[in-house]
T-cell receptor, first 114, second 115 residues
Framework: AQSVTQLGSHVSVSEGALVLLRCNYS??????LFWYVQYPNQGLQLLLK??????LVKGINGFEAEFKKSETSFHLTKPSAHMSDAAEYFC????????????FGPGTRLSVLP | DAGVIQSPRHEVTEMGQEVTLRCKPI?????LFWYRQTMMRGLELLIY????????DSGMPEDRFSAKMPNASFSTLKIQPSEPRDSAVYFC?????????????FGQGTRLTVV
């Protein structure tokens, strides 16, 4: 069975500071990994995804994530936070390549302080 | 494409009433998912369909919940009778089955309040 943990339900950073949101997963098969963002009263939008190949994945809005198999991690980073980055972020794992049965982490709420 | 379309966006109903949530997936997508989001439990997968056939409904909390997908462009999630603890945001998502890893595309959600 697959599972996802996200360390820190709430993270606060200052505008311009580094954003680091942590995600660890467990999977019995090679995983496909995703980061989604949810703005207030909105659905989830894909930020980036890891499938195969390069372990450093770049997404929208300046975010990137690195797949580290040895650490079973897929942490999300952004060098410089912007006020508009304030949202809820979800890490997700899919156990196969058919886009089914996504398992989401509990989410991390990012606050950006002026 | 307009994306995944859910209706209504907001629903307020009295306990005991039947509630029907609707979803139109992205055209051409073979998978459709229903999720429930609450503060306490986060995002929970309720059920998903492949080519209109329910594949896994183990997340459906009780027999009061039922979901159908009569055709490739429409799905419903019904709660009968509704209870206050069903209050949540319900998301529909769809995903193509292209044989390559791909993501789920989410609708805007339906915020259900049962009073």
């Amino acid at each position: 069975a697959q599972s996802v943990t996200q360390l820190g339900s709430h993270v606060s950073v200052s505008e311009g500071a580094l954003v680091l949101l942590r995600c660890n997963y467990s999977s019995s098969v090679p995983p496909y990994l995703f980061w989604y963002v949810q703005y207030p009263n909105q659905g989830l939008q894909l930020l980036l995804k890891y499938t195969t190949g390069a372990t450093l994945v770049k997404g929208i809005n300046g975010f990137e994530a690195e797949f580290k198999k040895s650490e079973t991690s897929f942490h999300l980073t952004k060098p410089s936070a912007h006020m508009s980055d304030a949202a809820e972020y979800f890490c997700a794992v899919s156990p196969d390549n058919y886009g089914q049965n996504f398992v989401f982490g509990p989410g991390t709420r990012l606050s950006v302080l002026p | 494409d307009a994306g995944v379309i859910q209706s209504p966006r907001h629903e307020v109903t009295e306990m005991g009433q039947e509630v029907t949530l609707r979803c139109k997936p992205i055209s051409g997508h073979d998978y459709l998912f229903w999720y429930r989001q609450t503060m306490m439990r986060g995002l929970e997968l309720l059920i998903y369909f492949n080519n209109n056939v329910p594949i896994d409904d183990s997340g459906m909390p009780e027999d009061r919940f039922s979901a159908k997908m009569p055709n490739a462009s429409f799905s419903t999630l019904k709660i009968q009778p509704s209870e206050p603890r069903d209050s949540a945001v319900y998301f529909c998502a769809s995903s193509p089955a292209t044989g390559r890893p791909t993501e789920a595309f989410f609708g805007q959600g339906t915020r259900l309040t049962v009073v």
